[in-house]
């Protein structure tokens, strides 16, 4: 009989896409190590299920998170990872309570207490990087260096050219860009000239095209800006740009990785919450008044300041520890 493992993930408007992405590169990552079965288990829309199904992966929908709870105590396969900010600690404990594996991914509640691994590369750690042991017993990795990225970005680590030249920026705010930061930004950049060379890549949850149309068209933009829906290379197109404003999550450590010059917009409490005042991440409004042009010219030409605390940060470097640690539990 087969090893088996499931993943529950949810994804959407206001949680994002991110978190859905690490999910598979996770699960990718094993399944390239291991030969074992791996399904997704998820109540959110269909976007989210289509994206998962293009990967190759077996997705069951559910309407709530007692339906999820009753499949997975049902199925019961060797290993369940929940990759779900604020998950309830009684979901877990009624999980152990069927000798299930639990691993927990991007998670400070309760919950914590009954899982087997915690994978925080960000939340909860200062960002500080730290294997340990709880008095639960729970094992922790902690950290950016434990951070799970896709392998586009892993086999391209620091394959950023610097040019000494801005030109060319990037936008990316996610699979829903919920505070509608393509528009709001791409109207600052545009505020007294229009010599830069846009990119705006938008995900499959974005819902304000017709905004972002009447200010490419009010601004006379459409020779200077380049709209991509649904892309697929993302590695390849920041490594084309010059700089990359984003939010905090996924992508803003992914430039980290290629070591592509970025900036970052907090798209809600929770994010400012996080990530404070950390490298690189700012509150949007702070610019309101501010060309932010000029701000990220500056930012640009301080390279070899932005590379030595890309190296500090080891992003993503121990990926392969989890990976291991995941494998010796499935062989046991």
Not at 196 to 213: A, K, Q, R, S, V
């Amino acid at each position: 009989m087969s090893k088996r493992i499931q993943i529950y993930t949810e994804g959407g408007l206001y949680l994002g896409v991110g978190n859905v992405f690490r999910s598979l590169s996770l699960a990718n990552k094993i399944k390239d190590k291991e030969k074992v079965e791996i399904s997704f288990i998820t109540s959110s829309e269909d976007y989210i299920k289509d994206i998962i199904i293009k990967q190759n992966f077996q997705v069951i929908v559910k309407n709530n998170q007692i339906d999820i709870l009753d499949y997975i105590i049902q199925e019961k396969s060797n290993i369940l990872i929940i990759d779900y900010l604020g998950i309830n600690a009684n979901f877990v404990k009624k999980i152990k309570e069927q000798n299930i594996y639990v691993i927990i991914v991007g998670n400070i509640s309760e919950a914590n207490s009954y899982a087997d691994i915690v994978i925080n590369a960000i939340i909860g750690t200062n960002f500080n990087n730290n294997i340990r042991t709880d008095v639960n017993g729970t094992l922790f990795f902690e950290g950016p260096k434990y951070l799970l990225l896709r392998s586009e970005f892993t086999q391209k680590r620091n394959s950023y050219k610097y040019r000494n030249s801005l030109k060319n920026v990037t936008l990316l705010f996610g699979g829903t860009d919920q505070a509608n930061f393509s528009c709001k930004v791409l109207h600052n950049l545009t505020l007294y000239d229009n010599s830069l060379n846009i990119t705006i890549i938008l995900g499959p949850g974005y819902t304000f095209y017709e905004e972002l149309d009447i200010l490419i068209e009010t601004k006379s933009l459409k020779n200077n800006v380049k709209i991509l829906k649904n892309a697929t290379n993302i590695s390849e197109i920041l490594l084309n740009s010059d700089f990359l404003i984003t939010s905090p999550g996924t992508t803003l450590f992914e430039a980290f990785c290629l070591g592509v010059p970025a900036l970052a917009f907090f798209q809600n409490k929770s994010q400012r919450d996080i990530f404070c005042s950390f490298f690189r991440t700012s509150a949007y409004e702070d610019f309101n008044n501010v060309s932010l042009k000029k701000h990220i010219t500056s930012l640009y030409e301080d390279y070899d300041s932005y590379k030595k605390e890309l190296n500090f940060l080891s992003i993503g470097t121990g990926e392969n520890e989890i990976i291991n640690k995941i494998v010796q539990v499935l062989k046991s």
